[in-house]
């Protein structure tokens, strides 16, 4: 789905070496002499000469970026602006732009800079100060993460011509449901979106079909509309814990569909267990107030063909105990190997 061409494959596999997501990890296997065209205060490894590391480096401001760069990583450092013109040179070469843990806001973000890139593939902008999303126009955008910022709003259509873009990443940010309607109608490829850790009231609306995955952890999310997951037919794993959700939020069978496989609701305000399909695989529902087991909620009909396809199940900090299960349980939930009450 995603084939891999060669330089890429040299990155990953250098970034494995060198411990890439540990950001005070200085990649120092890898440095040897520098490019020729580096700028003095960064490295350009001439074993991989398309990447160029300025990461913390203290940097105030980001260097000319010189022709031939694809990789940039400019990751904790001490920015907070980006002057036109530093990416001149790479308009369209640029694929990688790694930007996380500086102080950067959207009024210091000169136009002439990150809205000149039209190859960027990566955009990583976690841990700065961004009230508004920047986004690139390069199409050939894939993935977006820009989680632990001050985003409180994300303009619908922004995303709109990103035809490759397949994970958003915005949780830890001050989103309300209001701020990010329509944000995510355009990528029609998208397959993983986390909003963790926002303000929604409810689940994000308009978000492409293709969706894999969509979690929403810790929001004030108190209902799911009607038919919600039917219009997510790959939807696999949803993730909504720690949020305000009441059995009155819930329309019956609104968590009733065959794609998804993990369904994460503990830590709500849930009294009774929610319909769930037989092809789920694992349900938490852990420190709800759950308070009665009920059966037709996994399985309507028991029969050779008819039962519930769970292998975990947490039920721990409710107001029920095994006890609560009937004797029939054992025949639907026959592929359960973890049911957890305390
Ligand atoms: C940028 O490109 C110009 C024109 O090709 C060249 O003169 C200059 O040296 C380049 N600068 C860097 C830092 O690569
Ligand atoms: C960024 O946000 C942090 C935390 O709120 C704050 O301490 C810092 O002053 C902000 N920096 C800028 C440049 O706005
Ligand atoms: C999207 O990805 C495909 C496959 O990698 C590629 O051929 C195509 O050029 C990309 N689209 C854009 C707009 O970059
Ligand atoms: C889920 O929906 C299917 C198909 O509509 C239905 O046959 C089944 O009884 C429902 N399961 C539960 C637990 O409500
Ligand atoms: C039982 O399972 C079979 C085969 O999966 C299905 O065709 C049938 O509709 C199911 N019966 C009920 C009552 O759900
Ligand atoms: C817990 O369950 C018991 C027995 O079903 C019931 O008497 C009690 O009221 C419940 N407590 C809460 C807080 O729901």
Redo the contacts with the bound molecule.
């Keep these: 789905m995603f084939p891999l061409r060669l330089p890429l494959l040299a990155v990953l596999i250098s970034l494995a070496l060198c411990q890439f997501y540990d950001y005070d990890e200085q990649p120092v296997p890898m440095l040897g002499p520098s490019g020729p065209n580096c700028d003095r205060e960064c490295d350009c490894p001439i074993s991989f000469p398309s990447a160029m590391y300025c990461d913390s480096r203290k940097l105030k401001a980001v260097p000319m970026v010189p022709t031939g760069i694809k990789y940039l990583y400019l990751q904790n450092n001490q920015l907070e602006d980006i002057k036109a013109g530093v990416f001149d040179n790479v308009t369209d070469t640029l694929r990688w732009l790694v930007l996380d843990k500086n102080q950067l806001t959207n009024g210091k973000i000169e136009k002439g800079s990150i809205d000149k890139l039209t190859a960027l593939e990566k955009l990583f902008f976690s841990f700065n100060n961004l009230t508004e999303p920047i986004i690139p126009p390069s199409k050939a955008l894939e993935e977006l993460k820009m989680t632990h910022n001050k985003l409180s709003k994300f303009p619908s259509g922004l995303l709109d011509d990103k035809e490759n873009l397949t994970s958003i990443n915005i949780q830890h940010n001050q989103l309300t449901s209001d701020a990010i309607g329509g944000a995510f109608k355009g990528p029609k490829k998208l397959l993983s979106l986390d909003v963790s850790h926002n303000k929604l009231k409810k689940l994000p609306v308009g978000v492409p079909s293709s969706l894999e995955i969509l979690y929403a952890d810790y929001n004030n999310i108190e209902s799911i509309a009607k038919e919600y997951l039917n219009k997510l037919p790959s939807l696999r794993y949803l993730r909504i814990s720690h949020n305000k959700l009441m059995d009155s939020g819930i329309p019956a069978g609104a968590f009733n569909v065959t794609s998804l496989l993990e369904l994460d609701l503990s830590f709500n305000k849930l009294q009774s267990i929610p319909e769930i399909n037989e092809m789920l695989e694992q349900f938490y529902l852990q420190a709800n107030e759950i308070n009665k087991f009920d059966l037709a909620s996994f399985c309507?009909?028991v029969?050779p063909?008819?039962y519930s396809r769970l292998k975990h199940l947490r039920l721990d900090a409710n107001n029920i105990t095994h006890h609560s299960m009937p004797a029939e349980s054992v025949n639907c939930l026959r592929q359960a190997s973890d049911i957890m009450f305390e």
Aim: glycine share 20%.
């Design positions: 309507k009909y029969g063909l008819n």
